[in-house]
Every structure is written in C-alpha cells, then in structure tokens.
C-alpha cells in the first residue's frame, strides 16, 4: 500500500481545469465593524488560489460563512462586505448568492 505525495492546487493543469466549475471553501470569516471590514488578510490570502484557478480556465465559485448565526440568517453576518471586496481584489464583478437552500 503507498500513499501518493501530497498535491497542491498548482498540481492542476490547464487541462483538468479549463471549462470545468470548481468550487472552493474560503475562510472569509473577517472582522467588521457593522458593514465595514476592519482586517481584509483573509479575503486578501484566498486570491492567489482564485486568480490560479481561473487563469487556468475555471469557473470558479467561492463558499464561506460569517460569523454564527443562531435563529436563521442574520444581516450582521452577511457576506455582503467580502463580496464587494472580493470584486475590487480581482477586478471583475463577484455575485452573492442571497441563499443557498430552495428554488433562488
């Protein structure tokens, strides 16, 4: 029994990539102080990955959470903030998906 060596996201080639959706998991869990992001080194640590995926041809979508929520979705902890600054990092348009669960 042998246990291949660890890979990274280099690992993917142009041609396991192009055309394909990956989605990736970002800890995009941020400090803000109501809607305004006091600490962006988390979003800022997620580009490289997401800029190498999609110059590889990738349909990248990115999936957090932010913050606990007890009883539902609470406004303080949308991603709202990280979507906006996710755009200005990597220069194109970043959709926020309003739900995850049901038809939208």
Do not use: M, W
């Amino acid at each position: 029994f042998e246990l291949e060596a660890k890979k990274s996201i280099e690992d993917l080639t142009e041609e396991e990539l192009k055309g394909k959706k990956v989605l990736v998991r970002c800890d995009l869990n941020v400090p803000l102080d109501g809607k305004t992001i006091t600490d962006d080194t988390r979003i800022r640590s997620s580009i490289p990955t997401i800029e190498y995926l999609k110059g590889k041809g990738a349909i990248v979508s990115v999936c957090s959470h932010l913050g606990r929520p007890k009883d539902g979705p609470e406004d303080k902890f949308s991603l709202g903030p990280c979507a906006e600054r996710l755009t200005e990092l990597l220069g194109q348009d970043v959709k926020l998906a309003g739900d995850c669960i049901g038809e939208e």
